[in-house]
């Protein structure tokens, strides 16, 4: 199965329900899976659309960001397509599915001022659209990330919470330089120039976050700090210097404390 995801950059922001937004995209791309063999091709993407009136349901002209999930797989009839959305209606064997997927995606779009969009061909694959209005300019967040893009550091000890975060920090649009530990995070900052800023985990064996965050301050003033543990302080340790963030987060927390250091 080939699993393609295109973001354009850049979109403006949306208002909606980010763990029901989360939710609605996992239905589509189970449904996806669900009627696509091997070998076929789900694709998830993002866009801005500039819809006219009538282009899309009844929605009024304007500026949306379109999320649509694509697959290859087996498509619908035209009396299931036409029943697809309707609670509790599902192809599926008893005990497979609730029918509730796509009602949950619908209703989420509906309360969020869009709508779904399904084009699906039996044999030709589904795509299923979601749109969603776009805020306007001056409602816009402040964009962490300015046209010159900064540069973060990122330590932590367990390489796929250091993937992950390292993740985030790009999808914000930083340029993101990584480190397993103190020392190689030292390292790093004496080779690299221009780094902005240092984001480490602080329980880690060897140096942990505090003692490079304060060896980091020593050497470069400049540079702003912050530290995430799983434990909040004071197990974590003496943070009172430094910003703190707890584990788990989502890059929005990471965002809105990012905008807090900004000011
Ligand atoms: N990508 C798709 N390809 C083909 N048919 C689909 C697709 N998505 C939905 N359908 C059809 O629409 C029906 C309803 O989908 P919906 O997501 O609401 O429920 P479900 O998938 O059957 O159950 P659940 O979501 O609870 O697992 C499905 O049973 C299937 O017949
Ligand atoms: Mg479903």
Not at 232 to 251: H, N, T
């Amino acid at each position: 199965m080939h699993f393609e995801v295109h973001v354009a950059p850049r979109l403006p922001a949306i208002l909606v329900d980010a763990t029901q937004f989360e939710t609605a995209l996992l239905n589509l791309v189970v449904n996806a899976r669900d009627s696509t063999p091997d070998g076929g091709r789900i694709t998830i993407s993002a866009q801005a659309r500039d819809l006219g009136v009538g282009e899309v349901g009844a929605l009024p002209a304007g500026r949306y960001i379109e999320v649509s999930v694509a697959d290859s797989g087996a498509g619908m009839s035209p009396e299931v397509l036409a029943r697809a959305v309707e609670p509790f209606f599902t192809t599926k064997p008893r005990g497979k599915g609730t029918g509730l997927g796509l009602s949950q995606v619908y209703g989420l779009t509906q309360q969020s001022g869009g709508d779904l969009r399904i084009a699906s061909k039996l044999g030709e694959g589904t795509t299923v659209s979601m749109f969603f209005p776009a805020l306007a300019a001056e409602q816009q967040p402040v964009h962490v990330q300015s046209d010159i893009s900064e540069k973060v550091l990122v330590v932590d000890d367990q390489p796929e919470v250091l993937e992950m975060v390292a993740e985030i920090f790009r999808n914000l649009g930083f340029d993101v330089l990584t480190a397993g530990d103190g020392r190689s995070a030292l390292n790093v900052l004496l080779r690299e120039a221009n780094v902005d800023l240092l984001f480490s985990d602080i329980v880690m064996p060897g140096m942990n976050g505090i003692e490079l965050a304060n060896q980091v301050k020593d050497r470069f003033p400049a540079m702003k700090i912050l530290l995430a543990s799983g434990y909040p302080p004071p197990e974590a340790g003496d943070v009172k210097d430094f910003d703190f963030l707890s584990k788990p987060f989502s890059m929005a927390d990471v965002a809105k404390k990012l905008r807090a250091l900004a000011r």
